[in-house]
Structures are given as C-alpha cells and as structure tokens.
C-alpha cells in the first residue's frame, strides 16, 4: 500500500530564514512524489514533482524537494522565507486504480512566516 | 488563475438530503478528479471520469455518484447526507487519465447540519 506521513502539521519560521518541510513516503514501487501548496481561498497548486529523472526537483517560487529512497524521503526546502510562502502545503503519492492515476495526500503542513 | 470553476462555493445542507456540486474544466482538458477535504486533512480521492465515464474510484460509498458531459464539465452528487460529509470538495481536471499535472478549482464548502 502507499502512504505518505508529513512529520511536522505546524512549521514556523521568520521570514528570510530556511524552510524545511518533512514528509516520508511509503510505496511497493518506485513512486511518482509531488508538493501542493494551498493558500486560503485558492485551489492547489502544484510546487514540483519528482518521477524518478533526478533526485533534487526544482519547482516554483525557489523550492524544491530531494528524493532520498534510502531514507524514504522527499522533503521539501527553501532558502529563504517570504511572507508569501505562508500557506498549507501537501505532500503527495501517485499510484494507479485502474487506469486512474490516483494522488494520495499527507495530511499537511501550515507553513507561518513571521516578519 | 487555473481556470478551473466550481460551484457553488458554499453550501448548507440538512442530514438525509441530497446535493449537486458542479464544476467546469480548465479549456482542452478531458479529465475530471472530485477529492474530498476534511477539516484539518489532506483531500482524499472520491472518483474520476475520462469521457464521461467513471476511470476509477476511492473509497467511498455509492452514495456518492458523478457525471461527466461532453463538454468536459462534471457533476458530483451525493445522496443521504451525512454530518462526516461536512467538507471542502476539490475538482481537478487535466489533460488525459495519465497527466499527473492537475489544475483544483477553489472548491465548494459544503457543511451537513
């Protein structure tokens, strides 16, 4: 079966500061993993996927996520904080029901930014 | 903007009765995903339909049913409301069964009294 656990449902930082989100995953399979993120009153965006073509993924707005399967996991990583960064943010595992391609989300992290 | 349209955003329903959520498809795309989101949790895969067929389902009970029309835009129903059903539903379309890029719409509140 495939799972994913987010270790932290809260992180803050202040802004300009590092971010690090933590998720593990658990898969039969090599697994196609993503980052959602989602602001109040807007639909899910993604961040960056990773499909097995380069561990470090880069995505949008700086971060970006590394693949570790020995360790199990695809945490998430920024640089520097900004005050736009504040939002909830998915981890995710695709798997297939048939020929769905299912996505399968943790149960998230709110990120706060603190000035 | 994802292009991606939902309505409506919230609605108040009582126990026992039934509701229709709709949502409009980004332009092109002919893939519909419907996932429910709980307080406090991750969304969670209800159904999707390809061509006006349903191409896969999560766990749910049959109470909860869809359509697809040939313009690409999708329906979700549910029957016999339960208070659990209180939740944010997410529509995502994209390109094909296999495109693992999905486009959410904003959602629709839906809370059961």
């Known amino acids: 079966a495939q799972s994913v656990t987010q270790l932290d449902s809260h992180v803050s930082v202040s802004e300009g500061t590092p971010v690090l989100l933590r998720c593990n995953y658990s898969?039969?399979?090599?697994?196609?993993l993503f980052w959602y993120v989602q602001h109040p009153n807007k639909g899910l965006q993604l961040l960056l996927k990773?499909?097995?073509?380069?561990?470090l993924v880069k995505g949008i707005n700086g971060f970006e996520a590394e693949f570790k399967k020995s360790e199990t996991s695809f945490h998430l990583t920024k640089p520097s904080a900004h005050m736009s960064d504040a939002a909830e943010y998915f981890c995710?595992?695709?798997?297939?029901?048939?020929?769905?391609?299912?996505?399968?989300f943790g149960s998230g992290t709110q990120l706060t930014v603190l000035p | 903007e994802t292009g991606v349209t939902q309505s409506p955003t919230h609605l108040i329903k009582t126990r026992g009765q039934q509701v229709t959520l709709r949502c409009s498809s980004q332009?092109?795309?002919?893939?519909v995903s419907w996932y429910q989101q709980a307080l406090g949790q991750g969304p969670q895969f209800i159904f999707q339909?390809?061509?006006?067929?349903?191409?896969g389902r999560g766990n749910f009970p049959p109470r909860f049913s869809g359509l697809q029309f040939p313009n690409y835009s999708s329906e979700l129903n549910v029957n016999a409301l339960e208070l659990d059903d209180s939740a944010l539903y997410l529509c995502?379309?994209?390109?094909?069964?296999?495109?693992?890029?999905?486009?959410f719409g904003s959602g629709t509140q839906l809370s059961v009294l």
């Open positions: 995502a379309s994209s390109l094909g069964t296999a495109d693992e890029k999905l486009f």
């Open positions: 898969s039969s399979y090599s697994p196609s």
């Open positions: 990773y499909t097995s073509a380069a561990t």
């Open positions: 995710v595992v695709r798997f297939s029901s048939g020929s769905a391609r299912q996505l399968t």
């Open positions: 332009s092109g795309h002919n893939t």
């Open positions: 339909y390809y061509r006006e067929e349903e191409n």
